[in-house]
Structures are given as structure tokens and as C-alpha cells.
């Protein structure tokens, strides 16, 4: 369960992504009624699009999902990145970078710092499995 300023800043992290979309043209479905482990989708065909599946258990890790389809549709990796084995791995990765900076990103327009790394990731609900992403040159305020 969130604490109530938990709460405020994963509404205000959603509304600065959903922001973001609209800025770059890109659609948002935002579905609170999938199944808790639906996975949230991106599309570019036939135009840019996001699904976020607002339902995701853990709840924490949905800006990060978030940010993460963004990516993808940026980049135009949605389709192509399953196309071979290498192609997803370097689609997943380049997503996932995107998202980490995009994250990144609201903080610096917020004045948002954090002691470590790992906070900022626990913040955000970036998965353990991808803080090795964080060692490199991440613009997260610490």
C-alpha cells in the first residue's frame, strides 16, 4: 500500500508520461481493468500508440512500464525488436534505457534528488533485474 505522498507522486510521474505523449503525438490507453500481470503494450502501426495495463501487480513498477512502452514507440522498436533474438534484446535494453532517462527526466524538472541510484529506482519501480542500467550514464539526480 502507498503512503499518501507515495501516492501523489506516482499520479504526478503518470500525468508527466501521459504529458509527454501527447506532447510527442503519441496515443494513451490507460486500462485499469486488465488482468494483474497483462503485460502493457506500444505501437506504431497504424499510428503511435501506448497501452498500459494500470491494473499491474506490483503497482509501483507501472510508471517504469510506462516509460518503457514510450520508448519503445520513440524508437520505432515495438514490432521490429521481435523480429530476431538479438533484435529484442537490443530493443528491451534500448526501452529500457529510454525509460530510466525519461524518469530521470521528471526529476530534474521537478527538483526530485535521491541519495543512490537504487533509490531513485525503488522510486520509480524499476525492477532489480534492471538496475545494472543505472551504473552507466543515467541522468537520475543523486
Known sequence: MMTSEERERFDDVLAFLMNFCQDHGIGVVYNKTLPPKARSKSYNTPSDLVVVNGNWKPETEVPFIFAHEIGHTIEGTPFFNKIAYLGTLKGEYSANRFAINLLSMYCLENDIWYETYYDFAKSFGI???????????VYARV
Open 127 to 137: 525492477p532489480k533485474d534492471k538496475w545494472y542500467l543505472l551504473e552507466g550514464d
